[in-house]
C-alpha cells in the first residue's frame, strides 16, 4: 500500500508541473545530487560454486583480476556459476558481475533465487564492471547466478552496491505531441495517456482479427474483462504481399474498436519491394529472405529502391487516412525493433534507418497531413534515436522466456533515462509473457502500457479456443486484469469529450 500511495504522489507533482505550451523540460534543466552507492558484498567468483564447464582457472594468464584469479567456461547451456550472499536490508541492489569478453559483445542471464531477472553485457577485453541494475532483494540468504546465454567470458566476481534511487521526474512527462496540428482526437487521447501515466498500465493485446478474436476472446473467458488496447498490424497492404493475394480487415477493426470506446496500436511489418525478395514472398520483412540495402537506397544510389519504398509508404498512407477520416488516432509504431537488424530497416545501421524514419514522418505528417498519428519509436537502442521531435513515446519489446513475470525494470529505466533528452512516456510495446504489475509498482517500472503479441502467447495454435498457458498461467493473466492498477477497455473516459491538457493547445 505504501508503494501505490508514492506512485499516485507522483502523478500528482505531474498534473501539478504544468508546463506552457512548447517548452518542454529537458532533463538537463534538473541537476541531480550526486549518489555515492555502497558497496553491501564482493562475492569472488572462484570461490563461489559452478555447473557444467564452468571452473576457475589455474593458468591465470589475465591481469587485474582481485581474489586469487577467476572463473571461466560458459560454453554450453545451463553453465552456470552460482554465488550465495547474505543480504542485511531488503532494498534495491546493482549485481556488477566483474568481467571480460573473449571477443566482442557477450551477454548472459542473470538469475536471482532461480528466476530470470535479465541479463548483462561485456564487451571490454579488460576486467570491466558489467551490471544488472535494481534488483530487489529482501533481507536474508539469496543464490545469484551468471548463466550461460552467449558465454564466453571469464568472471572475476560479484559485487553488490545500493542501487540509485529513481529520479520521479521520469514519471512526469513533460514531451507535447511532436505533430503541432495534431488533431483534437489526438490530443484527447495523449491527454488522457499523459494523465494516467506513471500511474496505471493499459491493458494491450495484438489480435490480428480484431476484438472478436481469439486472443481478445480468451482474455474475456478468463477475466470478464478486455483489454484497452488493441494492437493490430498493416502488414498485409503491403504492396509485395497484396500482388500475392493478401488482403486486410485492420483498419475496419481500429475504426470499430475506437468506436467501442477501445485504444488503437498499429506496427507495420513492412514486406520489403518484390524486387528484393529472396525468400518466401510472405516472410519478406525479414532481412534474412531480402537483399534490399537500405543504405544504399538512402544515399540516393538506388532511385528505383527509393521510388519503391515511396510507393509503399503512400499504400500505407490510405489506410491511415481512412482512419483520420473516421476520427480514430493511433499509437503508431513503425520501422520496430531496427536495433535487434532481423528487419531489413534495421539491417544498414542506424544511419540508414533513422533517415527512413524521418522521411517517414515528414511524408506521413506534412505531406500527407495526417494528424492523427502517435508516433511511438521501437529503436531500442540509444544509436538509433532520430530526435525528440520525431517520437511521442518510447516502446520497448521484451521476450524474457516463459512465466517470467518480473518487471523488466532496468529496460524500463534504461528507456526512461537513456535515448530522449526530455521526459517522455514509455511503453512495453510488445511483450510475450505479462509483468506482475505489483512488481512493477515496486520496482518503479510504470510502463504506460504493454501490448502481448497474439498468437502463442495467448492461444494453443491446435486449438482456436484454448488457452495457452507456456508464457502466462491462468492466475497470472487474473490477477493481471483484476489489478486495480491496470486499466481495461470498461475503465477508459469517453474520448470525444476528455479535456485536453493545456500544454497541447
Ligand atoms: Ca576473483
Request: with cysteine; glycine share 8%.
Amino acid at each position: 500500500m505504501k508503494k501505490e500511495k508514492e506512485i499516485l504522489s507522483i502523478g500528482l507533482a505531474a498534473m501539478l508541473g504544468v508546463c506552457a505550451a512548447g517548452c518542454a523540460i529537458s532533463k538537463t534543466d534538473t541537476p541531480k545530487e550526486p549518489f555515492v552507492p555502497e558497496t553491501v558484498g564482493v562475492y569472488e567468483a572462484e570461490d563461489a560454486s559452478f555447473t557444467g564447464n564452468v571452473a576457475a582457472v589455474t593458468d591465470l594468464k589475465l591481469a587485474g583480476y582481485s581474489g586469487t584469479g577467476y572463473v571461466e567456461g560458459f560454453q554450453d547451456d545451463s553453465d552456470a556459476c552460482t554465488f550465495s550472499v547474505s543480504i542485511a536490508e531488503d532494498g534495491f541492489y546493482d549485481l556488477n558481475f566483474v568481467s571480460t569478453s573473449m571477443g566482442g559483445d557477450k551477454y548472459n542471464y542473470v538469475v536471482v533465487d532461480g528466476e530470470q531477472l535479465g541479463t548483462v553485457w561485456i564487451a571490454e577485453s579488460s576486467f570491466s564492471d558489467s551490471v544488472l541494475n535494481r534488483v530487489y532483494l529482501t533481507a536474508g540468504d539469496h543464490e545469484i547466478r551468471l548463466v550461460k546465454y552467449w558465454g564466453w567470458i571469464s568472471l572475476d566476481r560479484l559485487e553488490i552496491v545500493t542501487s540509485e534511487p529513481i529520479d520521479e521526474a521520469v514519471y512526469q512527462v513533460t514531451a507535447g505531441l511532436c505533430n503541432p496540428n495534431a488533431s483534437d482526437e489526438t490530443k484527447r487521447l495523449y491527454s488522457y495517456l499523459m494523465d494516467i501515466y506513471g500511474k496505471k498500465f493499459l491493458s494491450g493485446q495484438y489480435c490480428d482479427t480484431g476484438q472478436r478474436g481469439k486472443e481478445f476472446q480468451l482474455i474475456q473467458s478468463v477475466t470478464g474483462k478486455t483489454p484497452a488496447v488493441l494492437g493490430l498490424d498493416f502488414i498485409e497492404y503491403t504492396p509485395s504481399r497484396v500482388e500475392n493475394g493478401s488482403n486486410s480487415m485492420a483498419t475496419e477493426f481500429a475504426i470499430n474498436f475506437w468506436e467501442q470506446g477501445g485504444i488503437v496500436t498499429f506496427c507495420w511489418h513492412w514486406n520489403a519491394p518484390s524486387k528484393y525478395l529472396t525468400g518466401p514472398w510472405y516472410s519478406g520483412f525479414y532481412n534474412d529472405y531480402t537483399n534490399i540495402d537500405l543504405a544504399k537506397i538512402m544515399n540516393g544510389q538506388d532511385q528505383e529502391g527509393y521510388d519503391l519504398l515511396m510507393a509503399d509508404i503512400d499504400a500505407i498512407a490510405v489506410q491511415l487516412q481512412r482512419l483520420e477520416d473516421a476520427g480514430v488516432p493511433i499509437l503508431w509504431r513503425p520501422l520496430h525493433e531496427a536495433s535487434g537488424g532481423w528487419f531489413w530497416w534495421g539491417a544498414s545501421g542506424p544511419e540508414a534507418y533513422k533517415k527512413l524514419y524521418i522521411l517517414l514522418y515528414e511524408r506521413l505528417t506534412n505531406e500527407y497531413g495526417l494528424d492523427n498519428l502517435i508516433w511511438v519509436w521501437n529503436g531500442q537502442d540509444a544509436d538509433w534515436y532520430p530526435g525528440d521531435e520525431y517520437v511521442d513515446i518510447i516502446g520497448e519489446d521484451i521476450y524474457p522466456g516463459e512465466r517470467v513475470y518480473t518487471s523488466q525494470a532496468a529496460s524500463y529505466l534504461n528507456a526512461a533515462n537513456n535515448y530522449s533528452t526530455e521526459y517522455k512516456m514509455v511503453y512495453l510495446s510488445e511483450n510475450g509473457c505479462l509483468f506482475d504489475p505489483d512488481l512493477a509498482v515496486r520496482d518503479g517500472a510504470m510502463w504506460g502500457m504493454w501490448c502481448t503479441w497474439g498468437g502463442e502467447f495467448v492461444a494453443k495454435d491446435s486449438a482456436f479456443n484454448t488457452l495457452s498457458e507456456q508464457y502466462t498461467e491462468e492466475f497470472m493473466i487474473k490477477q493481471v486484469y483484476e489489478h486495480e492498477a491496470v486499466i481495461t477497455l470498461d475503465e477508459l473516459p469517453d474520448f470525444s469529450t476528455y479535456k485536453i491538457r493545456k500544454e497541447l493547445k
